[in-house]
């Protein structure tokens, strides 16, 4: 009894496996036609139906790797699929057949066959030359990151070349870092030397770099457009919403001359101050003989004029720091609305600033962090946060509070110098130790 019960087992596991040898054609085909359906799905959603460009400026650098290795995928999936479809087809004969109708395989109607190897054809077809494109320009481009700690190494103050467009920075910082971490039997240098000569004597180098290049351009010209639209965009929105759209509004309702003058009681003491000093250099030109002596009435009538004059100018600076709160949020508006609608903007311009700030030498670098550290946590900021709290304080028209002002100068700069420090000791001293080394030999 177990005996039978044993070869029913051992019939049944056989008899699985030979169905699944007479289906592996169709299960082959089934999943090149699944890749095939995933390239089609990326040229209908991002490209319009149209065959992947990586040459496309819609996209970031990331987005573009990502697309690249997607295709690359799905590509390697479907030619192998198509091998093995053909090698199970070789191999599988009439007696096969018979044997699979016996056990009870019904296999996909042919026309449906056809239609799914024309499918894969036609989409496989655009990309016949993919493969060794993808190889020449991975060759170009990855030694690139290799050969930057060679030139920072031998001669710190030269630029090293711009980062490849293939990479994305956070590409690129990943495989420095594991690239610093490691070792290897040579040294590193020879390698670099090694790989810099096959890409020279690439064939298909000079179109790589040409091809870098315009992307380069285009990610340049995009970034400084956006760099003038978050310029020009705020200050036109100020200005032209503060003229006609908040300026008719306010003199309106500040067009009576009961409306108070003075928003806040520094601007009165200013107007206070001005008219004091009027007065006593008027009667100090009265006494040099350079005017003629006045009055009682007459020195009064020309001292209320004056005060007149002030109190117009003080009630314009209040009428302008009121149009200046609504303009201020006009345009803080008009830059959000600007940021939401440049999204594929935003991503360039941080690639763009990402291989500015990478291709600089250890020394440029050095210099800008002691420029920033200094103006803003230096010994002398103090100084400049209190000028600029001061000039924002009378822009929109509030009382200056010395005591808020001198919290703020005490407290922020220690918290900015702090962060900076922390910065300097988590990121920058792992992806560029030599510029850190420059720093403090510089700040010593």
């Not at 503060?242 to 003199?251: A, S, W």
């Not at 009961?258 to 101050?273: K, S, V």
């Not at 700069?413 to 510089?442: C, E, G, H, Q």
Request: with cysteine.
């Amino acid at each position: 009894m177990k005996i039978s019960f044993f070869r029913q087992k051992i019939y049944n596991f056989l008899l699985a496996a030979y169905r699944w040898y007479l289906l592996t054609a169709e299960r082959s085909l089934d999943r090149a036609y699944k890749a095939a359906l995933q390239i089609k799905a990326i040229e209908d959603e991002h490209f319009n139906g149209n065959k992947i460009d990586f040459d496309s400026s819609r996209y970031t650098s990331s987005m573009m790797d990502y697309f690249e290795s997607d295709l690359k995928k799905q590509l390697k999936i479907a030619r192998m699929r198509l091998t093995e479809f053909k090698a199970s087809c070789y191999f599988l004969s009439e007696s096969n057949q018979k044997a699979a109708i016996k056990a009870g395989i019904e296999y996909t109607n042919p026309a449906t066959i056809l239609e799914k190897l024309r499918f894969i054809d036609q989409v496989i077809a655009k990309y016949t030359t993919f493969d060794h494109e993808t190889t020449s320009s991975d060759l170009v481009t990855e030694p690139k990151p290799e050969i930057i700690p060679l030139d920072s190494a031998i001669a710190p103050d030269i630029a090293p070349a711009p980062l490849p467009q293939k990479f994305s920075s956070k590409t690129w910082h990943k495989k420095a870092i594991n690239k610093a971490n490691s070792t290897g039997i040579l040294p590193r240098s020879i390698l670099s030397t090694i790989t810099r000569l096959q890409v020279e004597l690439d064939p298909k180098s000079e179109q790589d770099v040409v091809k870098n290049f315009r992307q380069a351009q285009r990610r340049t010209i995009i970034s400084v457009r956006f760099l003038l639209l978050l310029v020009i965009v705020p200050i036109l929105t100020h200005q032209i919403s503060k003229t006609l759209v908040v300026g008719p509004i306010v003199d309106s309702f500040r067009s009576s001359e009961q409306t108070g003058i003075f928003i806040n009681y520094e601007m009165e003491e200013e107007a206070l101050q001005a008219l004091e000093k009027f007065e006593q250099r008027t009667k100090f030109d009265i006494l040099i003989g350079r005017l003629t002596e006045l009055s009682p009435e007459e020195m009064e009538n020309h001292v209320k004029e004056k005060a007149l004059e002030i109190a117009e100018e003080f009630r314009a600076e209040s009428s302008s720091a009121i149009k200046n709160v609504f303009a201020d949020l006009c345009s803080v508006v008009a830059v959000i609305w600007l940021l939401l609608v440049s999204k594929p903007s935003i991503a360039v311009i941080k690639d763009f600033f990402d291989n500015i700030v990478y291709g600089l030498s250890d020394s440029a670098k050095a210099f800008i962090i002691i420029l920033f550290t200094d103006v803003f946590v230096g010994f002398h900021s103090p100084h400049g946060w209190e000028v600029l709290l001061e000039g924002i304080s009378r822009h929109w028209g509030l009382p200056g509070n010395h005591d808020f002002i001198f919290l703020f100068i005490a407290t922020f700069p220690v918290i900015l110098d702090t962060i900076f420090k922390y910065w300097i000791f988590r990121y920058l001293n792992r992806i560029s130790p030599s510029a850190v080394a420059t720093y403090r030999n510089m700040n010593e």
